[in-house]
């Protein structure tokens, strides 16, 4: 089976992004259908690809290598490991949902649809080529280059501050990568003058040298995912951005920050992740209390959820730098579940704002009594978010606690006192918005009038069932992402500990 | 170690014990998914899967008898794995688990089919179904599964489920309010649960019951004692004992079948399960037994004095459930031959406190929804089938012989005197004194309600009775009341010994008749002194008090305490982060990206026209990385 799966999947988005684009935008119906056809196709390929996955077998498969930049090494080197492959699944299953969820998105501010949805497919293609480069170059490009679709999604086609928020995600983005790229470059010159993820993972390099090409990594990538305290520019892009593409943003997008920690920080740097694990673990526990504080005091829905989501980030980031195994298939799957619940999130959310015009709290007020299957949804994935056993999101946080407590226990309790905070966000949130007497201007507003349609039922449907399938049978995803992750706590040097107690052989 | 505990593997009709979860579970999705085109016979379909899992669950207690070794599991898939952690999506059927599935299906059974009547007036009664069958659903996972994880699994589910139903009737605020009060007060108590979890495994690397149990002697006593401390914290807020016992009363928002399945028979007796369950752990540290002892004394106090000063029907069925736990919390507490006893009134209890809730919903019914008790008075005439249950329960739980309460609650007062030390004497008058204010309570209750002079409101014209649908649960609950404890305080100890163990009971520091003249005593001079204060009725008005009945309407100052402690401060710090994120954080790191990006001057041009700076950006980045490149090529750096 040698079907080139990554590239085919990295290129043929971006073919769809130049279709859409060149239909006429008197007609945005057909741009519509052409991209959700073509999305839905794309997705048929990447299922068609996790069933040619063998769990069990070479940690990188579907390698692909072609020559690029010769002089300087560079090559299109393409593989996944388990951990790209469940994000690369992310992607494929989002997108549709999205396009379908942005449906009339574009429309509402008269500005051209083909080229919303091209935007959409473009993203799409930028992201599958970053979490399947495996050429430390060529990840590098594809990180910058993500961000110019969703700068114009934010920019163009967002609302309220969406220029500043735009230019802002640019910039934070932008100030990372130069960490970044300095970065790579000493890794290149250092590394033996090759860009080829594997031989640098091989080669040495004194620890002074490692410790600063870390944080050239890292800085990039705590912007990106957000860690405290370089969050800020996510609730103004999140509460900017069509609810669509907030989706994407910070249910797929943010998560190359903690993909690139996993992928490149600890195995090219084991010593320096070792050293700078306490700062992380640090920042990242800081991170899960100061954000679901500021959630709580939230009167925007949307940037509500950006802030929830970087005390989501902070759980990831928990469970990277534990090393164990159990923490780590947890981060890992909590960047599935969490892309999962927090996109049905946003998405909801979008819903409520689209009838309202409005993303304040502050101006719903007892919408169930109005909405009760959209307020249904709503708290479906509150509860997800927050993390109930049954959904998804449970099992990696669990799995993240856990194993963070094996080595760690005052960061697992601290972090753990997150689950309370999380409770109290999102249900104040549900009171607020949907519970309680039933604002008077929501009641005369014609919006509210209409429950979900078929067509946002057909986006929350898939969704939910995942979020349930997942909760109570987690195994096929984390079948996949358990070798990748053993094989980077192998890589990082670090083994989970023994029981402290008890006898070895009642523990079966 | 004295013996292993081993779980052998189901078979036979024990292999179908999924179908016990199963059952409610399908029928909860039906009645949500569906929605109105299962209006008309939702509730019916929410009936039968209780009623169906209910024969299930006695054909599987039967089948139990009949095995070898008492303690069947049944691994369904792998729910969780990661490294060296695993646990099982397994169910495990043992005589703990079982008496639990008969008490939450059949005394489930019954309200469920009360609800019919008692909800058949309200538009949500499809969705209200739905959410009851979940809450069973998840209440059997509860006390089915055969791991910690999937006991969590079942206690965040019963959590969710007593969320929904509190906050049923949702438009109105204080109910939205006293659901999500509920739920972050539990989230407390889960919280300390699942890091007891975290710590089994870090120390044993395993949290199945029969590993742990195998183990724990291994456990260093600092180690167990925390353990415990963490589970009974989490005990606590299932349960509403001190100190997370504030959101139990305000639960009495939801709808009164509600209160009667789960914030009396089932739900908040998970922390006594939780204990029992874990009663290996529990018994090898006496420290921790004493900690459980003084939760359940200090709780079955505070519960009966603040019951004694409420004027809501339900607030003080509430509050008497907070003391009744405390009883069994005391008995778990004790250890040895009270965890039986424990469970033995929680059998019992469930009977009585589920006749009480659904008599006093009886009474709200056929009263226009009134809760005051000073607003009743003489409804005995008027609703003759309710106040022979009711009255039937109300000597049951003041535990007059020969009813059900004297034997479940009586052998726990012999037991708190039986403690080896002064403790004894401390705990047993507790317990004694506690018996005493129960009855005063439930007799203030009984007497305002139904006999004295009646002192409606003009608009209740005819109270009446209810329709046979709800007043036949009520006839068989009553006959669980009268005979459940006496017939249950023999065989359900020696059925529980597999799990339990079977102990030598101590020596009481008074002889056990006294023990019992007393406690009937202080039951009669509590009655009887209620019954002398309220025969003539009462005042409608609040009426001046002296500082202990003014704390006792206040909850003991419970809710203000947590409101200053916690709450004020809660707010006041949320408020001032997002203040500080804006100004501070967001600022520094702005102008940190400024002077990066060249001078804040840049980026304030930046902001303005979107199309041009994005190129520029870009340029700027495209030159970089050519002159970076350019330089690595010349050898610049190397």
Redesign the interface.
Known sequence: MNFPFLSVLTVAPLVGAVVVALLPRTRPALAKQVALGWSVAVLALSVAMWIAYQAGGDRFQFRESYPWIPNWGVRFTFAADGIALVMLMLIAVLMPLVILASWHDAERGKRNVPVYFALLLALQSTMFGVFAAADVFLFYVFFEVMLVPMYFLIGSYGGGKRQYAAVKFFLYSLVGGLFMLAAVIGLWVLGGHTFDWQALVDANFSTGAERWLFLGFFAAFAIKAPFFPFHTWLPDAGGAAPAGAAAILVGVLDKVGTFGILRYCLPLFPEASRYFAPLALTLAVIGIIYAALLAVGQNDLKRLVSYTSIAHFGFIGVGIFAFTTQAGTGAVLYMVNHGLATGLLFLVVGMFVARRNSALVSDFGGAGKLLPLLAGVLLFAGLASLALPGTAPFVSEFLVLLGSFTVNKTVAVIATSGIILAAGYVLWMIQRTTQGTVNPALASNEGMRHDMSLREKVVVAPLIALIVLLGFYPKPVTDVINPAVKATMADVGASDPAPAAGTTEAAR | MEHTVQFAPATGLLSGMWLLVALPAVSAAVLLLL?RRADRWGHWLGCLSVGAAFVLGLLSFFALRGQENRAVQLNL?????????RVD?GLLFDPLSAVFVLLITGVGFLIHVYAVGYMEHDEGRRRFFGYFNLFVAAMLVLVLGNNY?MT??G???VG?AS?LLI?FW????SA??A??KA??MN??G??AF??A???L??????V?FD?VA??VH???SG?TLMLGLLLLLGATGKSGQFPLTAWLPDAMEGPTPVSALIHAATMVTGGVYLIARSNFIFTANSTLQLVVVSVGALTLLIGAIIGCAKDDIKRVLAWSTVSQIGYMFLGVGLGGAAYALAIVHLLAHGFFKAGLFLGAGSVMHGMRDQVDIRRFGGLWKYMKITWVTFGLAWLAIIGLPPLSGFFSKEPIIVAAFERKDWTAWLFGIAALLGAGLTAFYMTRLFMLTFHGPKRWTDDIEHPHESPPIMTIPLVLLAVGSVAAGGLMVGPVPKWLTPVLGHEVRGEAVLAHSAITILAIAVTLIGAGLAYLLFRDGTATAPQPAGALVTAARKNLYIDAFNEAVFEKPGIF???A??FL?GKG??G???GI?AS??GGSGR?RR??TG?VR??AM??LT?AL??VA??LA??YGW??
């Open positions: 929605g898939w792998e729910f969780i794995s990661a490294g060296s952690f999506f994880v969590f699994l206690w965040e589910g969710l969320y906050s949702y438009v109105r605020p939205a309010t659901g999500k739920f972050l989230r407390v889960d919280a699942v890091i979890i975290f710590l495994f870090a120390q044993l690397g395993t199945n590993g195998n183990q291994t456990l260093s180690v710090l949320t408020r982060l997002v994120d954080i967001d520094a790191v702005n990206a990066v990006g980026l930046l902001q979107f700076s994005y950006s870009m980045g970089l990385v970076a490149f690595v090529q750096f190397a």
